[in-house]
């Protein structure tokens, strides 16, 4: 026998004003063209609950207990890399009936457990963590006048075309390989240019273009020439230079020199923890940085370092300062995460 078609608020409200008004129950369902019984239970409904809405329904059983759920949940959470198929490959050992891998999608919903791609980061080891918490806990007082003292500089490479952010385009479904959907890709990235830059105390200091392989005779050069006038500009004497731990920076040569300036009042180094690039505010300039140049379309690796030079002299101090300012945050997110990475969106 065919499902009836449900009654609809509407109908039931009539139902009920015919029947207020003194109209029989044949006459309602003549009325409203529908059958009888529709009309007595609908009343008969309306009379028990006091209301014409339709009652909570069950719905389909669900086909896995608490049990499995709970199986389901804490065995995605002991291996993040578990799929689906294979959460349901081991769920269904121990079934009669199969569960589909859409059921397992849904109960990890239903956790709060979604699929997404992981982030990449460097690999910190337990030494690393100690080192970028205790970082953090020696930092986390400083005031914003203090960190202002401080000559940020890190290396970037852009290139001509592309970028290693993502691009979001507004397309139908059909238009996916449409021109302007799509993000052109080169070999190579089509040239790219390799730049070292510094700021402090809410301005930007020199842009220099590396040319080749950087060695320590160059990143030497670079001290020399780039962040010590810099340093001596922007923040004044006995300013901190903060640099990363790459191989050149630690080389005998470099170290030697900056031991010398150390000695002599002109600046101070500051201790780097290991594989902490989300410290460094500079990372955050980068990335501005490389959103400022795709907007103005570098067309070759000339014109790039052209572009590069003009929007770097046009990074604004206001831009600057914030990256200062959540210093303290980023201090205080680091030691909350024991030492490991923290979400920086947050912060």
Known sequence: MARKRELSSETRQSILVLRNEGYSMREIAKTLKISYNGVYYSLQRTAQTGSN??????????????????????????NRRLTCPQLAASLNVTRKTPVSTSTVKRRLQDAGLLGRVAKKKPYL??????????????????????????????KSKFEVFGSHRRTFVRRRTSEQMLEECLTPSVKHGGGNVMVWGCF??????????????????????????????????????????????DPKHTSKLCKSY???????????????????????????????????VR??????????????????????????????????????????????FFDESKV
Request: net charge positive.
């Open 125 to 154: 080891r337990l030494a690393n963590k100690r080192k970028r918490l205790r970082w953090a806990k020696e930092h986390r007082h400083w005031t914003e006048e203090d960190w202002k003292k401080v000559l940020w500089t890190d």
């Open 200 to 245: 402090g105390a809410g301005t930007v200091g020199d842009l220099y273009k590396v040319k080749g392989i950087l060695n320590k005779e160059g990143y030497h050069s670079i001290l020399q020439h780039h962040a010590l006038p810099c340093g001596q500009r922007l923040i004044g004497a006995n300013f901190l230079l903060q640099q990363d731990n």
């Open 258 to 292: 900056l031991g010398k300036k150390q000695s002599a009042g002109i600046l101070s180094v500051m201790e780097w923890p290991a594989q902490s690039p989300d410290l460094n505010p500079i990372e955050l300039l980068w990335e501005q940085l490389d959103r400022m």
């Open 53 to 78: 809405q339709n009652r909570k329904r069950s719905g389909r059983p669900r086909c896995t207990t608490k049990q499995e759920d709970k199986y389901i949940r804490v065995s995605s959470l002991r």
């Open 295 to 340: 907007k103005k379309c570098p067309s070759s690796q000339s014109n790039l370092w052209e572009v590069l030079q003009e929007a770097w002299g046009e990074i604004s101090s206001d831009y600057l300062n914030k990256l200062t300012a959540r210093m303290p945050k980023v201090c205080k997110a680091a030691i909350a995460a024991n030492g490991g």
